[in-house]
């Protein structure tokens, strides 16, 4: 199975930037569609974006949750084996819990969770105001 560790969360004032990163071992990156997924205290896991195996910003390559769109980038490096996760614009209620996860699916990409059977730890975002 293939293993993801994220890194990059902190502390970040509201309007600045933040970029997660996501390596994984154990098997190539290339095999799996990548995600991020965030999770804020009293909340729902929330979808916040999926790239193809082969990465991309076209249509078809990559989906976003409604409440990051045109704020928030998702790309990949299969070479390096990493799926990153650009966060700009970054506001308060965007401070939560984020967590990489790795996708065999061979279906049109969805915000499901359970389309992601593999996950990282998650790391930490806070948006100060």
């Known amino acids: 199975q293939v293993q993801l560790v994220e890194s990059g969360g902190g502390l970040v004032q509201a309007g600045g930037s933040l970029r997660l990163s996501c390596a994984a071992s154990g098997r190539s990156f290339s095999n799996y569609r990548g995600g991020w997924f965030r999770q804020a205290p009293g909340k729902e896991r929330e979808f916040v974006a999926g790239?193809?195996?082969?990465?991309?910003?076209?249509?078809?390559?990559?989906i976003y949750g409604d409440s990051v769109q045109g704020r928030f980038t998702i790309s990949r490096d299969n070479a390096k084996n990493t799926v990153y996760l650009h966060m700009n614009s970054l506001r308060p209620d965007d401070t939560a819990v984020y967590y990489c996860a790795a996708s065999s699916s061979w279906s049109v990409l969805r915000p499901l969770s359970d389309d992601y059977g593999y996950w990282g730890q998650g790391t930490q975002v806070t948006v100060s105001s």
């Open positions: 790239i193809s195996r082969t990465g991309g910003r076209n249509g078809g390559d990559t």
